[in-house]
């Protein structure tokens, strides 16, 4: 059985830095075809995926995002981590990690989702 | 990143049928493979739809999708109250993740 929880703070300050780790159960991140991504969903909106990590150490992220975050893996833990800086009251979103499947030569599609963790920015 | 459009909502009565569509471009779902995901309030999506038109292990044939050149949809039937969520379309552009900006299913 695939699982996935995320853990970090719940609250900060806007300019500070979110680290957010993920540790998973049921497959290996060192497996052909295994990534995880980390999606965020603010109130009301549609998810934003932020970054992906693939069994190879690839690593791609969202475009307008992309100077702010960073994520990696730690396969002997089974844990990937995102850091994304400067916070802002803009990023409070529900953030979440996702494992995503690598198929026929392409990323593919998210299969397992954790259950997210709900991140506030206020001063 | 370029986006994908969704009708904002949709509604039909038990037992009908209704069709969501997402319209991409040539670079997205022209490109690459679609997938649908449900969401209820307050839960994570759940996966509904990969690869543009295969089912996960446990959804029932309810739900089908499929993909045209550079449009996707995802139908379903025999609607019943319990579908009512919010569906989203995902693709890739560039090894770069894409959500349709939801769709909320109403069953009246």
């Known amino acids: 059985q695939v699982t996935l929880r995320e853990s970090g703070p719940a609250l900060l300050r806007p300019t500070q830095t979110l680290t957010l780790t993920c540790s998973f159960s049921g497959f290996s991140l060192s497996s052909s075809g295994m990534c995880v991504s980390w999606i965020r969903q603010s109130p009301g909106k549609a998810p934003e995926w932020l970054a992906v990590i693939d069994w190879d150490d690839e690593k791609y992220y969202r475009t307008s995002l992309m100077t702010r975050l960073t994520i990696s893996k730690d396969t002997s833990k089974n844990q990937v981590v995102l850091t994304m800086t400067s916070m802002d009251p803009v990023d409070t979103a529900t953030y979440y990690c996702v494992r995503t499947i690598y198929s026929q030569s392409r990323y593919s599609y998210f299969d397992t989702w954790g259950q997210g963790a709900l991140v506030t920015v206020s001063s | 990143q370029s986006v994908l459009t969704q009708p904002p909502s949709v509604s039909a009565a038990p037992g009908q049928k209704v069709i969501i569509s997402c319209s991409g471009s040539?670079?997205?779902?022209?490109?690459?493979?679609v997938s649908w995901y449900q969401q209820f309030p307050g839960t994570a999506p759940k996966l509904l739809i990969y690869d543009n038109d295969k089912r996960p292990s446990g959804i029932p044939d309810r739900f089908s999708g499929s993909k045209s050149g550079t449009s996707a949809t995802l139908g379903i039937t025999g609607l019943q109250t319990g579908d009512e969520a919010d569906y989203y379309c995902?693709?890739?552009?560039?090894?770069?993740?894409?959500f349709g900006g939801g769709t909320k299913l109403t069953v009246l």
């Open positions: 995902v693709t890739w552009e560039s090894s770069l993740s894409i």
């Open positions: 040539r670079s997205t779902i022209g490109h690459n493979y």
